[in-house]
């Protein structure tokens, strides 16, 4: 199996543990918010699958060494995997020093958020690098889509970095609560990179002139833009 098709698999794979949490919170129930909840393994599972998904379909795009695909892959297994036991275990996953196995994971997953991170930007790099033989559409719907992902990633980096602080001032309880502030702004400008990529895929698939289509992608970046500023909005409302 290729690296391609694993990481395709691994995908799918989490899709179907956020779905199976979903099923599982419909017939369990429990609160949807909160630091403990059958939505942290829920939406973690979809959100990280569909974009483990989006960047090995990305990845053909990009002159980026196949190592870093590998990474990717496996530290959003180890992402949801501890996201996921701490749910079963019905205790928050992150900020929680409470004892020495929530204080492993804890810091598992916030490391794996920093690997995450680098990983993400080192793709970026390669997609404002261009490759000359891309459209002007494509490449301008992934430079443009892995902007707005560097948005999330800052502004997950900000989430953990203000829960980390409270929690090293003792102030446990309100890491657990305003820890998450930016979740808004980061769950839309995540998905970016899948969108307008997938804009420009279609818009190749359509009789148009180049033209045409680079000036699609132009406005959907933009409405794309105005989505994220909303979502900032929303967040610091």
Not at 21 to 37: I, Y
Not at 225 to 237: P, V
């Amino acid at each position: 199996m290729t690296l391609r098709r694993l990481s395709y698999t691994v995908g799918l794979a989490l899709i179907v543990s956020g779905l199976f949490h979903l099923l599982v919170f419909a017939v369990d129930g429990g609160p949807w918010e909160g630091p403990v909840s059958w939505r942290k393994p829920a939406t973690f599972g979809l959100s990280f699958g569909l974009t483990l998904l989006t960047v090995t379909w990305l990845s053909g795009y990009l002159r980026a060494p196949r190592w870093l695909l590998a990474v990717f892959a496996a530290d959003c297994v180890v992402e949801v995997a501890g996201i996921t036991v701490q749910a079963w275990r019905g205790v928050p996953s992150h900020f929680n020093m409470e004892t020495p196995v929530d204080r492993a994971i804890a810091m598992m997953l916030a490391a794996g958020g920093f690997i995450l991170v680098a990983v993400l930007l080192a793709m970026a790099w390669y997609a404002f690098r261009g490759d000359p033989a891309q459209s002007p559409s494509l490449r301008l719907a992934l430079r443009t889509g892995f902007a707005t992902m560097i948005v999330g990633l800052a502004s997950g980096a900000a989430m953990i970095a203000r829960g980390v602080t409270l929690v090293n001032s003792g102030e446990q309880q309100s890491a657990y609560q305003l820890g998450g502030f930016l979740k808004p702004l980061h769950g839309v400008s995540l998905h970016g990179v899948l969108v307008l990529p997938a804009i420009a895929w279609l818009a190749a698939r359509l009789p148009w002139p180049e033209q045409t289509r680079v000036r699609v992608v132009a406005a959907a970046s933009a409405a794309y833009g105005l989505a994220i500023l909303a979502a900032l909005a929303l967040s610091l409302r």
